[in-house]
């Protein structure tokens, strides 16, 4: 967690994570790429995501938006997107937007499935680093 008064450059720091998690590997930039193929984000001029994303929602994003979802077909969220990358969660820990009630989600998500207790790496998919940042 970052913490700090505004302006002393937490944001700049996570922006910069993605350049200190290592490259992805072959199996890891397909699986990148074909979640933002999914969530129609595959820009056509890089078919092969490389580097770890760094996806930052807004603060007042939607439990949908940042969870996936929508009607027909679904398509994934922030989270899903920040797959072995870094999602940024700015303004969370004020209670700003929906972000407190998706920590929620893995360990409903696991008990779904017929495992107990809390969802492990290997039950949910989660990004290489977790940050929050408070104003």
Known sequence: MLTGPPGVGKTMLAQRLPGV????????????TA??????LL???R?????????????????SALVGG??????PG????AHRGVLFLDGSVNGEGHHRQIHIVP?????TNGTSGMATPRTVRSPRAWVQAES
Request: no cysteine; hydrophobic share 40%.
């Open 107 to 111: 360990t409903r998500w696991a008990r």
């Open 21 to 32: 998690l290592p490259p992805l590997t072959e199996s890891e930039s397909l699986e990148v």
């Open 43 to 45: 820009p056509p001029e």
């Open 70 to 75: 929508g009607n027909g077909v679904a398509k």
């Open 47 to 63: 078919p092969l995501i490389e580097v770890p994303p760094f996806i930052a929602p807004h603060h007042t994003a939607s439990v």
């Open 35 to 40: 979640i933002h193929s999914a969530a129609g």
């Open 78 to 81: 922030a989270v899903s997107r």
